[in-house]
């Protein structure tokens, strides 16, 4: 009977101390997220509030403890700067058009090559997917690299359409906005295709062939039925695709001019060129800030959404 109390008593502990196989499953990638996106985010919030100085670490430290007086010393200079600097709202609005406009783009050629992937046969949707995830391959600088050699002014895409007669005179892609929007374009193109695939490859057909019983033309249906259906792929495909594209760094700095003005190229300046840490993470916390707009929209959409499904 003792053997069976203590027993029991054991198992009583393993399960108290121990977790579940659910709990262990979900808390791994909690652990995870806490340690390498958490804590380094709020390391880089406290930096925010120093200020810079010379020595290392190159910014002054947030408390202090002297004479049995323990201080804490907040400044919220970087941010009073980075809200009155006409500098840093004009970087802060061209990284925004810049992330819309290539999101947009993205959505206009991603939907109609998501929408015929979804309607392909089954023994050719795997390859066509296969494609569409083969530029994944190769790493992102060789393949915006590349584009440098092709946007060039004696790169291979004037070259073709010099020798095809479309154009006189080379056409001025490398160093402009222009060029940047088509390595922006290229990069993310297929994180708006996956989502929009996923969920137009789910859709049930015969929704559409229930529009076009009473007589409705393809882009009735269309615009009736497939549309709104895949609302859910388009908003997500946009924010895997806006999110990134706000932060870019080596897309502009390798493509982009002078003048394109994007969020991470000032970062890295103040970072590595100035030496200026508390800035750099003042605009980074700004930069974050902007991004939560947009993603809480997304989640207060979804609730509602499940909400009306109820």
Known sequence: MLTDKVGGNMKTWLKRWIPSGRTTAIGIPFVFLLLFFLIPFLLVISISFSQQQMGIPPYSPLTKFEDGVFSLMLSVSNYTFVLSDSLYFATYVSSVQIAFVSTLICLLIGYPMAYYMARASESNRNTLMLLVM???????????????????????????????????????????????????????????????????????????????????????????????????????????VFIPAVGEYVIPELLGGADTLMIGRVMWNEFFNNIDWPMASAVTCAMVLLLLVPMALFQHYQVKDMESKR
């Open 134 to 240: 083969l530029p994944f391959w190769t790493s992102f600088l060789i393949r915006v690299y590349a584009r440098v050699g092709i946007l060039e002014n004696d790169g291979l895409l004037n070259h073709f359409l010099l020798w095809l007669g479309v154009i006189s005179e080379p056409l001025r892609l490398y160093h402009t906005n222009w060029g940047t929007y088509i390595g922006m374009v290229y990069s993310y193109l297929p994180f708006m295709i996956m989502p929009l695939y996923a969920h137009l490859v789910k859709m049930d057909m015969t929704l559409i062939e229930a529009a076009y019983d009473p007589g409705a033309k393809p882009w009735k249906a269309f615009l009736t039925v497939t549309l709104p259906l895949s609302k859910n792929g388009i908003i997500a495909g946009s924010l895997l």
